[in-house]
């Protein structure tokens, strides 16, 4: 028992801590890989806790916000993930700028 606390508490220590904000640097992507991409595609991380096993497509919709109101859009996603029960938040980054590219 005391070596999965300790083991534990070693992820735990090596883990970004919830709420903080990181930066993926992503090595080894060829030039026509990395040309393959649409400037709208997302790009997302997943990864598994020790204890879950399974992974899965994951289909959400989004709303784009604007400070506390909510707009007309929506968009559908898709991305693959843990496996999740029950309706959970997302938070998705654009880097540069709306979502929808509209006038503002």
Do not use: N, W
């Amino acid at each position: 028992q005391d070596s999965d606390d300790e083991e534990d508490e070693a992820i735990a220590r090596s883990c970004a801590p919830s709420g903080s904000y990181v930066t993926l640097t992503l090595e080894g992507v060829s030039p026509e890989a990395y040309a393959r991409l649409s400037p709208s595609s997302l790009v997302s991380a997943v990864s598994l806790l020790p204890h879950e096993g399974k992974v899965s497509v994951l289909h959400m919709g989004l709303s784009q916000t604007s400070g506390c109101h909510r707009d007309d859009e929506v968009f559908a996603g898709s991305a693959f993930g843990p496996v999740t029960f029950g309706p959970c938040p997302v938070l998705v980054f654009r880097e540069g700028g709306d979502v929808g590219g509209g006038d503002g």
